[in-house]
């Protein structure tokens, strides 16, 4: 039986996991942690940081790579047969490394139940037939550090907020009947595909880490901004992180 334990993290700021968390991860007898390739080195080193701040105890560490996610279309295809390797890598990790069962902490940045899709993957184990039980330590989200960051409140008073991403931002548009709309998993400023009149805008790349950066405003005169700093920060790092919440007065949004 392998008991596996999925750890929200946070935006990889230790000061931001939890006392449950680092027990967790104490708990563990074996920590996975993926290597993403040479663009995203920062991000295994953050992990490696958190594991060198808070284990005490005898948990073991083992690198992996990650499978990159093939191109081809259409995207949640793609995103399918990316899981499937993913679990296929998680498998191979687990019958090397805990042979006779154990108790195995994987490292989710943000938590693990928001647009994260560690606990699909492990779903796939289990129905292929693998003993384990899941749980899971909930962490701080970015949407909670962005709305901290700039201090604001995620929502306008007793309305609702969707939560949703760049690529359904793009194609669909501003989401009808709705008023705050936050946004994750942008590749690339789907907010410039939207009529900027009227709406306001707080973005935050890297947020919790020490490259933090923040920018906020009126659609209209930031948007240019925002895509310019962007790319020079992505350039800069080699990727970056980022995420934002659009607000549009509600009397905008009842002209939509």
């Known amino acids: 039986m392998i008991d596996l334990v999925l750890i929200g993290i946070g935006t990889g700021n230790p000061d931001h996991l939890t006392r449950a968390a680092v027990a967790a991860m104490n708990a563990a007898d074996l920590l996975l942690l993926p290597r993403k390739g040479d663009a995203k080195s920062d991000l295994i080193d953050l992990r490696r940081s958190i594991c060198a701040r808070v284990l005490t105890g005898a948990t073991r560490i083992v690198e992996f790579d990650l499978p990159q996610r093939g191109g081809e279309t259409p995207y949640l295809d793609a995103v399918?047969?990316?899981h499937d390797a993913i679990a296929a890598c998680w498998r191979a990790q687990i019958e090397r490394h805990l042979p006779e069962g154990g108790r195995l902490a994987l490292l989710v940045w943000g938590d693990p139940s928001l647009y994260d899709s560690s606990l699909r993957i492990a779903e796939r184990l289990r129905r292929d037939g693998m003993a384990m039980r899941v749980q899971v330590e909930p962490g701080i989200t970015s949407l909670q550090v962005l709305t901290a960051a700039h201090a604001i409140p995620l929502n306008t008073l007793a309305?609702?907020?969707?939560?949703?991403?760049?690529?359904?931002?793009?194609s669909g548009g501003w989401p009808d009947g709705i008023d705050s709309v936050a946004v994750m998993l942008d590749a690339g400023c789907a907010f410039e595909a939207l009529d900027p009149h009227g709406i306001t805008i707080w973005w935050g790349a890297y947020l919790g880490m020490p490259a933090q950066a923040l920018l906020a405003g009126p659609l209209v005169g930031i948007a240019g901004q925002i895509a310019q700093t962007r790319a020079q920060l992505r350039e800069r790092h080699g990727w970056i992180m980022d995420i934002y919440l659009l607000r549009r007065a509600a009397s905008d949004q009842s002209n939509a």
């Open 80 to 82: 399918e047969h990316w």
């Open 159 to 170: 309305a609702p907020v969707l939560i949703t991403t760049g690529r359904r931002l793009r």
